[in-house]
């Protein structure tokens, strides 16, 4: 994988079908995770608690970020976005080995994962800022 690669979990697709992600209507996260655990693609039913979020120190809140979803359909082809792209702001309280960012699904119980973006990590959140900036075309799409 390279920095700025999107994943979508195996896993999300049953959970899209089965209702267990209405991503219309169910608070949508992005986390940031450190390498203690890499996420796979395969990894069987992912949730955030399966990962190590970086510490809660400084800006990063324990949990992540709230996306402000969008999901359009044209030609048959529905978009998946956030309306907004998470940021965390320089602090040096933050943690120091951002590896990746996870998008979940808050409202399921178990804290599913949709999917996980590579962010070429360590990335040191204490001298920047950490932003995830989403493909202009939506995070992912579905045919």
């Known amino acids: 994988m ?8 195996d896993e999300t ?11 219309d209507t169910h ?12 996420p796979l693609v395969g990894d069987i039913t992912p949730a955030l608690t399966d990962y190590t979020q970086v510490g809660t120190a400084g800006t990063y809140v324990a949990g992540g970020t ?3 979803i969008s999901l359009t359909e044209a030609a048959g082809i529905v ?25 979940y699904n808050d409202t399921d119980v178990g ?10 990590g360590p990335v040191n959140m204490a001298s920047g800022p ?10 992912f799409t579905l045919a």
């Open 27 to 38: 608070i949508i996260k992005c986390a940031i995770l450190d390498n203690t655990v890499a």
């Open 13 to 23: 697709k049953l959970a899209l079908a089965d209702g267990t992600h209405d991503l």
């Open 111 to 120: 804290k599913g994962a949709i999917a996980f973006i590579d962010l070429g």
């Open 79 to 103: 978009t998946f976005d956030s309306l907004t792209n998470p940021t965390w702001a320089q602090d040096a309280a933050n943690d120091v080995d951002a590896y990746w960012g996870l998008i």
């Open 66 to 68: 709230v996306l402000t």
């Open 130 to 139: 950490l932003t995830i900036t989403f493909n202009a075309s939506g995070i």
């Open 2 to 9: 390279a920095q700025g690669d999107l994943v979508v979990f």
